[in-house]
């Protein structure tokens, strides 16, 4: 789908390129994450795609097309784009920001306001939104506006420099595993900037491992470059914890979740002991049918109705697209014991060190 | 207690009464003096500020030569115009408007080099031509520094309109030069108070201007 061939740029006034001889195919419906040192070139190459940057020699070749030889604004209309500083217009609306592409490409609109609607369900933002600027919205979710724009004209390549860089680090974990889902289903042939390493291996169907210079280190699926490091600079890049690091890899869900010491509301004293005495523990969780309401100390059990006890929150609350690494991370900051996994206020099990630590060593 | 011998009062409420027309033909003019000088300060400074931005190199010297003729004292530009183009409308037009340059070319620029990279390099990236960016992010962007240059040229104009009463026009400014001359109180303060109102109306004017134009940016600043 991309091609990048022998791709050079050498900025005037330097002599060493910055990106030296990359040659890179990106198939169809593949994340490709490109990540390397600061100042390695990962942006310079990224930005030649779109011919934000010119190279100085090689071939770049789009969905077929020789990118050198497209105009350059119909090539940039084709090729969804998110930076860092996510660059919202900010004396645009939301929905006009979000329909920035359309309205290029002369969509009518209706057209637009149709496809703005079906994005801000797509990205997780809501409605009322649309009519604000974007000063008066978060840094989460003005990302979130940033994919949805990117996203607009329906483009089959995604160009993203650091999206989720500008963001604090649990919005950050978020908008990951929910782009990780977002991509499952569109299936966009995506390159990924990155300078985080578990963000790289997570999002990354193929990771691109660039040296200073822009001298490609190794490509190849996450896992492979994990157990195979081809040099020892990709093997110091990655740094110690390759099997930690493995846990990038994995979501929650797939860690195998215990149902834990639930219980419903409903339920009497009897059956909250034998819960708690069945997993060995001196609390107990509660739930409203599906929905989480949080947990008891286990000596308040039996003093009077579940129902009335307050129930206390918990420490780690995942969703369960979040990466493993997220958890670990997680239940390691907050001391806590366990961390329960939500979806939307439905509970969906719970996860505890030992679960983790045992796909570590899988 | 009442004051005795004051000879005549502060404000001669009759005069203004038997002036209105009067008053009203030099509103018009004043007004007219400062909407065609600023007017014509903007479609100048919009010219050399697109040369300032197209070759950069080229702001000094127009900042310095808009900053030169900034310094002149009025009533000197007026009189050093007087051999070229006379002592009439068009005398008091050119200096009225090359006050305006400097403070319009600064905003201008300030404003539209104020525009984030991140929203430049987004309008590149989603495929703006460089035209179409220009107008359809900087230039708004720009706005709130681009009016608050413009209000400040306008009320600056308002006060230097009252200077051209020596070449014979002035807007509110006859009242007061004629008023120093004879001592007639009333009409110096027709003349300031009046000029001072006009002042602040066009201030607020372009206050609510600025709202309406740029509602994004709002509680910002
Ligand atoms: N516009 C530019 N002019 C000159 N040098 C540049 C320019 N952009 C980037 N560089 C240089 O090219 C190298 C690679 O930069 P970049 O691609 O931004 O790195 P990365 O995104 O990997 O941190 C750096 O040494 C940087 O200083
Ligand atoms: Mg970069």
């Known amino acids: 789908m991309i091609r990048l061939e022998n791709l050079r740029k050498v900025f005037s006034g330097s002599t060493r390129p910055a990106v030296t001889d990359l040659t890179m195919d990106i198939a169809r419906g593949e994340c490709v994450t490109l990540i390397g040192p600061s100042g390695c070139g990962k942006t310079t190459t990224l930005k030649m795609i779109n011919r934000i940057i010119e190279p100085t020699s090689g071939q770049i070749t789009v969905d077929g097309r020789n990118a050198m030889a497209i105009p350059v604004h119909e090539l940039r209309r084709s090729i969804g784009y998110v930076i860092q500083q996510i660059g919202l217009f900010p004396h645009r609306t939301i929905a006009q920001n979000i329909g920035t592409v359309p309205s290029l490409l002369g969509w009518d609109d209706t057209r637009i306001a149709d496809r703005v ?5 797509t990205v997780g933002l809501d409605h009322e939104m649309l009519g604000r600027y974007p000063s008066e919205l978060s840094g989460g979710q003005q990302q979130r506006v940033g994919v949805a724009r990117a996203l607009a004209a329906d483009p089959p390549v995604l160009l993203m420099d650091e999206p989720f860089g500008a963001v604090d680090p649990i919005v950050r974990n978020r908008l990951q595993a929910e782009f990780h889902e977002l991509q499952d289903s569109l299936g966009k042939t995506v390159v990924f900037v990155t300078h985080d390493v578990d963000e790289a291996i997570f999002l990354g169907n193929r990771m691109a491992i660039l040296e200073m210079g822009g001298i490609l280190a190794q490509y190849d699926a ?3 470059i994990l157990a195979e490091p081809a040099s020892m600079f990709v093997e110091r890049f990655l740094g110690g914890e390759r099997g930690l690091k493995r846990l990038s890899l994995l979501a929650v869900i797939d860690a195998g979740l215990e149902r834990g010491p639930f219980v419903d509301v409903t339920a009497g004293p009897e059956e909250a002991r034998r819960v708690m005495e069945a997993n060995a523990v001196d609390w107990l969780g509660l739930l409203d049918g599906d929905r989480l309401l949080g947990w008891v100390d286990g000596s308040r059990v039996g003093s009077s109705q579940l129902r009335d006890l307050e129930p206390r929150s918990f420490l780690v609350t995942l969703d369960s697209r979040d990466s493993l690494r997220t958890a670990l991370d997680a239940v390691v900051t907050s001391h806590a014991r366990v961390a329960v996994v939500v979806d939307d206020g439905i509970y969906r099990g719970m996860l505890d060190l030992e679960a983790i630590a045992g796909e570590v060593t899988e | 207690m009442t004051l005795v011998g004051q000879a005549a009062p502060l404000i001669d409420w009759e005069w203004i009464g038997r002036n209105m027309d009067q008053i ?13 000088s600023v007017l014509l300060g903007l479609v100048i400074s919009v010219g050399l500020a697109i040369i300032a931005l197209r070759w950069r190199w080229t702001y000094a010297p127009i900042t310095w030569v808009t900053g030169l003729l900034y310094t002149i004292p009025s009533l000197a530009l007026f009189a050093l115009l007087v051999p070229i183009v006379g002592l009439n409308a068009t005398n008091a037009v050119i200096a009225l408007t090359s006050y305006t340059l400097l403070i319009i070319i600064r905003n201008l620029v300030a404003g539209i080099d104020g525009v984030p990279a991140s929203v430049t390099e987004a309008a590149d990236g ?6 179409a960016r220009f107008w359809r992010m900087e230039v708004p962007l720009a706005l709130p520094a681009i009016i608050a240059g413009l209000r400040i040229a306008t009320v600056t104009t308002v006060g230097l309109v009252t200077v051209t009463a020596v070449l014979g026009l002035g807007g509110y400014g006859f009242f007061i030069l004629r008023g120093l001359n ?3 109180w009333t009409q110096i303060l027709v003349g300031v108070v009046l000029s001072v109102v006009l002042a602040t109306l066009l201030d607020v004017g372009f206050v ?7 509602p994004w940016a709002r509680g910002r600043q």
């Open chain 2, 24 to 36: 009203v033909e030099r509103t018009w003019e004043h007004l007219g003096l400062t909407a065609v």
């Open chain 1, 222 to 224: 996450p896992e492979k």
């Open chain 2, 208 to 214: 609510w201007l600025e709202r309406v134009l740029s």
């Open chain 2, 182 to 184: 004879t001592f007639f």
């Open chain 1, 117 to 121: 609607e079906e994005l801000v369900e």
């Open chain 2, 126 to 131: 989603m495929g703006y031509t460089p035209q």
